[in-house]
């Protein structure tokens, strides 16, 4: 149950809870078995090709592609999916040997061997697409090929995070004859190893995902068929699970549509499920924007957020206030905002504007994606504004775009501020603090740090016990704080909403944050 009246400093920790209605009739005969399940999301993908996404694309990646390790269902540690066994062959953590299962087939009947492997993860580096996947790949020497089964990846030095890595839908198994080594496809096809195959596709409407008979991996398929639709409003998707003309929900639900289906869903029919995940929501600061490269500008920001506020007025409570980049749950979280910045504060904002010689109303412009992270994140934005303009210090400008366009845009550094969320890799740590530093990173924006890309992550990633790493998590942080180029505002719970005839909603998200949508399954055919 959601804590409507709690307006408080941040959660310590995350908390679960599990509210599944409905118990259906079990039987082996019903026909619904073939029947296709219909998922609804706001999160439709920028790209079908894994070499061009760091991005939310994954979640249909996870279905129709092939990793070489993954996550069993409820399991938090990869085990070999593509591969039938993966290790570390040296004691210093810097050669990583795979052997492929037998008899692997891409979806379209093409042999999937060692060499298409490499060639999956080469072409990665190669296109090397700004704020795509290659910057994953920092530690990536060279792909070595042993035979038709052996795959051997020669770090350039100690990376215990590597076989998390390869568990990444960025990492996807592509076929050689389909994929150019040097561009992007563009087709609309995809030709993978998954769970699925892509049976048709229309973009920004739906992806119709039919059984893959050659699939050999982790997934037991419990349906024959799923069909995604893509919605742009959140309003429209729950109206269309409750009319029945989809089943599931898994990205994108409102806040108050999360509380209603919470509140009603016994009498509507309805269940809802919720993960407690890692995401997160943040601000980052463009440094080739005049006002936003300013260090005061950035403070003085990170100075007046109330989170409380926001997490409690616009989000229901449905998400927790965040104080760093690194979330609740994982290794070396730390306080950091709120150790140094303290409860919202005008009086300390202004001092950081005056003492840096700036006097005047700081203007600037906040875009955020229209289309991608939900129906609140307008009215976010809309209390992001009043806030930071109730302060008498900024004059704020709002402006958005769907999420194609926005990708583009602050790929290409159009953006002074603007709004990401941030879905895990992987669950670890060093996922919220490697990805958005160095010159290629998942913001497409350059962000210069040293210390952490050249002393504390190397650091981190040769220690194998990754309970170990508190110490040098923690400082990269503080550098997080210091430099305040990201601003961290909340960290979120996942929710899936369904109707009640639907099972498997248990296990269906994995540790990414991702839909295994092969666990769903109809009541009354399973």
Known sequence: MFMRNRYLPPLAALVSISTVAGCGVFSSDSSDGGKAIIVGTTSAPATLDPAASWDNSWELFRNVYQTLLNYSPGGSDPEPDAAESCEFTDPSSTVYSCTLREGLKFSNGHTLDAKAVKYSIDRIKKINVNGGPAGLLGTL???????DREVVFHLSQPDATFPLVLTTPAMSIVDPEEYSANAIRKDGKISGSGPYSLDSFKEGEKAELVRNDNYKGIADLKNDAVTIRYFQRSDEMVKALKDKEISVVYRGLGASDTVDIETNQQKEGLQLLENPTTEISYLVFNPSDPWSAKPAVRK??????????????VYKDTVEPLYSMVPAGLTGHT?????????????????????????????????????????????????????????GLF?????????KTYVEGYQNGEYPVFGRGWFPDFHDADNFIAPF??????????????EITGKLLPESRAESDRGAV????????????DDTR???????????AANEEIAGLEKVIDPATMMTMWELYWKTSW
């Open 141 to 147: 020497s060279r792909v070595q090929v042993k035979g």
């Open 300 to 313: 003085a920001v990170a100075q007046i957020v109330d989170r409380p506020a926001l997490v409690h007025f």
């Open 335 to 391: 306080t950091g905002f709120f150790d140094d910045f303290g409860d919202p504060s005008v009086a300390k904002a202004k001092r950081f504007l005056t003492d840096a010689g700036i006097t005047e109303r700081v203007p600037l412009t906040l875009w955020y994606t229209s289309d991608r992270y939900g129906s609140t994140t307008k009215p976010a934005f809309q209390e992001l504004k009043r806030q930071l303009e109730a302060s």
């Open 395 to 403: 004059k704020i400008t709002l402006k958005s775009r769907p999420w």
């Open 437 to 450: 530093v160095g010159q290629q990173n998942a913001l497409g924006t350059p962000y210069d740090a040293p």
């Open 470 to 481: 508190g110490p040098q998590i923690e400082e990269a942080q503080q550098v997080f704080v």
């Open 486 to 496: 990201l601003v961290p505002l909340w960290q979120g719970k996942q929710y899936v």
